[in-house]
Nanobody
C-alpha cells in the first residue's frame, strides 16, 4: 500500500508561483519502492472533471505535460526522499483547482486516471486575478 500526501497549496496572485510536494510512504515503503513508480499530478476545478497536469517517469528521465501548463509547470522528483515536486510559475486564475498526486506502476508517463494505482487527498491551489 502506498500513502501519498500533497502539500504546498495556497492562495497566490496571478503571475505568482507555488511549489507543490507529494511525499510517498507506506508500511513497507523504501526508496527503491518509490523509484518503481511513475508519478503524476492531476487537478480538479469546481464543477469540472479531474484533468491531467503532468507526469514524470521513475528515473525522472522523461516527463509530459498538459498543453495548458506546458512551459509554466515543471515536474521533478527526489527518489532518495520519496518526494515529487510540481513547480508552478506564471499562475493564472484558471489554474485554480484541487491538485492531486498519483502513483503508477504501469507505464513511463501515464496521462489518464485509470493508469494510476494510488492517489493522494489533494491540496487546494487558488489563484486570484
Amino acid at each position: 500500500q502506498v500513502h501519498l500526501v500533497e502539500s504546498g497549496g495556497g492562495l497566490v496572485q496571478a503571475g505568482g508561483s507555488l511549489r507543490l510536494s507529494c511525499v510517498a510512504s507506506g508500511r513497507t515503503f523504501t526508496r527503491s519502492t518509490f523509484s518503481s513508480y511513475a508519478m503524476g499530478w492531476f487537478r480538479q476545478a469546481p464543477g469540472k472533471e479531474r484533468e491531467f497536469v503532468g507526469a514524470i517517469s521513475r528515473s525522472a528521465a522523461s516527463s509530459r505535460y498538459a498543453d495548458s501548463v506546458k512551459g509554466r509547470f515543471t515536474l521533478s522528483r527526489d527518489n532518495a526522499l520519496n518526494t515529487m515536486y510540481l513547480q508552478m510559475n506564471s499562475l493564472k486564475p484558471e489554474d485554480t483547482a484541487v491538485y492531486y498526486c498519483a502513483a503508477s506502476t504501469r507505464i513511463v508517463t501515464p496521462d489518464t486516471e485509470s493508469q494510476y494505482d494510488y492517489w493522494g487527498q489533494g491540496t487546494q491551489v487558488t489563484v486570484s486575478s
